[in-house]
């Protein structure tokens, strides 16, 4: 068990230092790391809700919330109602939107694919599925552990 402890703490602390360069990515492209995070998401050309967005990529509602507002202001998206649910909105990336997402995460996005290049040349393709595979049994421990744990304080 101790190698288990050993082993995630290497995995978290690496994925934390993936996220401190991010960071420092967002920094220096002068958009706030939410931005950056809802840019990413939104890259993909596709409409996103928030929901769609926070359940996807694991982000806060109200970060998501701030960044929609700051990349309206911007002019960099516009909220649209969903053909299948109206009363949600889709985001949708303008024109300005998509040059400030190709300026933002076009040297970001060559760095990961640098990144995964190696990996996956060192470790193989399967790198990816494991590592999914990892988190998605790190998430339902927590959440079973979370409901157990809400089970007990309920009357």
């Not at 109602?81 to 949708?92: K, L, T």
């Amino acid at each position: 068990m101790d190698q288990y402890r050993a082993w995630s703490r290497r995995l978290l602390a690496a994925s934390r230092a993936a996220d401190r360069a991010y960071y420092r990515w967002a920094k220096r492209t002068h958009v706030t790391w939410h931005v950056l995070d809802l840019l990413y998401a939104l890259d993909d050309g596709l409409p996103h809700s928030q929901k769609q967005i926070c359940e996807a990529w694991g982000f806060p509602k109200t970060s998501v919330n701030t960044a929609v507002k700051a990349c309206q202001a911007a002019g960099y998206v516009t909220l649209e109602a969903m053909p299948d649910q109206p009363r949600q909105r889709q985001i949708c990336l303008t024109e300005a939107g998509r040059a400030c997402a190709k300026e933002a995460l076009g040297e970001l996005c060559a760095a990961e694919d640098r990144a995964m290049e190696e990996t996956v040349a060192r470790y193989g393709p399967s790198f990816v599925e494991a590592a999914e595979f990892f988190f998605s049994r790190f998430r339902e421990a927590i959440d079973k552990n979370l409901s157990e744990r809400e089970e007990v304080r309920s009357p």
